[in-house]
């Protein structure tokens, strides 16, 4: 359905004096898309959206675009530079299969999403399978109300891999939401070429960082700024995956973009299914308690080559952390693409609920948690230049069957509950007859 009405002048030019004033910061200069120097007043006659848009549409800039309640898009709609967008309370934008939205803004004349009446928050741009969105020079002022998905916009598209690219944004902000500027579920993840995202002024209770996204979305987040939030940090997690592809299951790069990343634990790869993640330097990843980095099996591989000026953080998420608060790095099979350069692993070492690997147990039992878990044997030190503090287990568990290979020859220890590296058993699966040395860190 597609409605328009008319409104006149008078009632037209204090309506644009309202609605000039609807953000909190609205007077404020501000940096991003959302300077409007070249935009003209909004002025002009009301036209109205809901229902179901099928057919193309171009929604030009000049009198104001008003959603008075749900809109589904399965056609093309296009929105011109300098055209308004105002949302009613609750009310979403949903581009269904078939449907693209595509907002054309321009440097100093972007395209704004805002509420259409101050203080009642909008719901969400929903993007399902089969839609896509294609976001330049856009504001999104005011969404994600409480009663939807929690988030201004939301991918939800697919559960297959590789996972679908359906969202580009090219500087674009998001202010203001009620939880985060940016949820992506599934597999899917952002369009390649996406770049200048910024998200301020967001979050809620339950979900306070400006993006949350699956494992697979991990590397085509785009550059830009997430900070001012009630959290400042990227959520990653298989609770916002797919049930069946909970995992990382294609290449990814975590870049730094200026946040940490906090994780519900991840798996790099599955069974049958190869995957590398390979981590930026000066990227920090934050752990939630009791959960694990797991490199799958020998396809799958963990680069993570900081520097000594820029280190990668391996760490708890809790605010006061402690010695044990998650599980550490876990190499299930051994890739000669595995390495581990210049990081830093904190607090690690709880429980792994695994035992009797190696020649080195946790009294009083055959407990073997460690900050990093090796269970196969290597054919080169892939461990250099790197710190391991904090552990309520072992540094590092040498887990396997073989030689006496050391990984510890250039990392430094400190506050290790146990010995600094476990000592592997022999290829026929036995320990030393006298009890192995346990070496201890400061």
Not at 31 to 50: I, K, L, S, Y
Not at 229 to 252: C, E, M, R, T
Request: proline share 6%.
């Amino acid at each position: 359905m597609h409605v328009a009405s008319r409104r006149f002048a008078l009632s037209l030019l204090l309506s644009a004096s309202l609605w000039s004033g609807c953000t909190e910061d609205s007077q404020t200069p501000r940096d991003g898309p959302d300077t409007e120097e070249g935009c003209p007043a909004v002025t002009g006659a009301v036209v109205e959206h809901q229902g179901l848009l099928s057919s193309p549409e171009t929604w030009a800039a000049g009198g104001p675009h008003v959603i008075t309640s749900d809109l589904t898009i399965r056609g093309q709609v296009t929105v011109a530079a300098c055209a308004t967008v105002r949302i009613a309370a609750g009310a979403s934008l949903q581009v269904d299969s078939g449907g693209v939205l595509r907002v054309e803004g321009k440097q100093g004349q972007p395209v704004r999403f805002e509420s259409r009446e101050s203080g009642k928050p909008w719901g969400q741009v929903l993007i399902g399978t089969g839609g896509s969105a294609r976001l330049e020079w856009t504001v999104f002022s005011g969404g994600g109300d409480t009663a939807t998905a929690l988030a201004t916009v939301r991918v939800n598209a697919g559960a297959d891999l590789p996972g679908l690219t359906p969202l580009f944004v090219n500087h674009v902000t998001i202010e203001s939401s009620q939880g985060p500027g940016i949820l992506i579920n599934g597999t899917s993840g952002f369009a390649t070429g996406s770049s200048d995202l910024t998200i301020r002024g967001s979050g809620s209770t339950a979900r306070p960082q400006p993006l949350a996204v699956n494992p697979n979305a991990l590397g085509t987040l785009p550059s830009g700024t997430y900070t001012g939030n009630l959290d400042d940090s990227i959520y990653v997690g298989p609770s916002i995956a797919s049930a069946s592809v909970f995992y990382l299951g294609a290449n990814a790069t975590l870049k730094d973009l200026g946040v940490p990343y906090r994780l519900e634990g991840l798996q790099v790869g599955g069974n049958r299914v190869a995957a590398t993640l390979t981590i930026e330097a000066g990227a920090t990843l934050r752990f939630e308690p009791a959960t694990t980095l797991d490199i799958y099996d020998e396809t799958s591989a963990l680069i993570a080559a900081g520097t000594a000026a820029r280190p990668i953080t391996f760490t708890s998420s809790e605010a006061t952390p402690r010695a044990g608060d998650w599980t550490g790095i876990r190499f299930d099979g051994m890739n000669a693409a595995n390495r581990l350069e210049s990081v830093v692993v904190r607090y690690a070492g709880g429980a792994c609920q695994c035992s009797s690997f190696g020649c080195n147990y946790l009294p009083p039992g055959f407990d073997v948690s460690s900050a990093i878990l090796v269970f196969d044997e290597p054919t080169a030190p892939f461990i250099a230049n790197s710190r391991i503090e904090d552990s309520a287990g072992h540094g590092i568990l040498r887990g396997w069957n073989g030689s006496d290979l050391s990984l510890a020859a250039s990392t430094t220890f400190a506050r290790i509950a146990e010995c600094t590296e476990t000592k592997p058993k022999d290829r026929d699966g036995r320990c030393p007859a006298e009890t192995p040395v346990c070496p201890r860190s400061p």
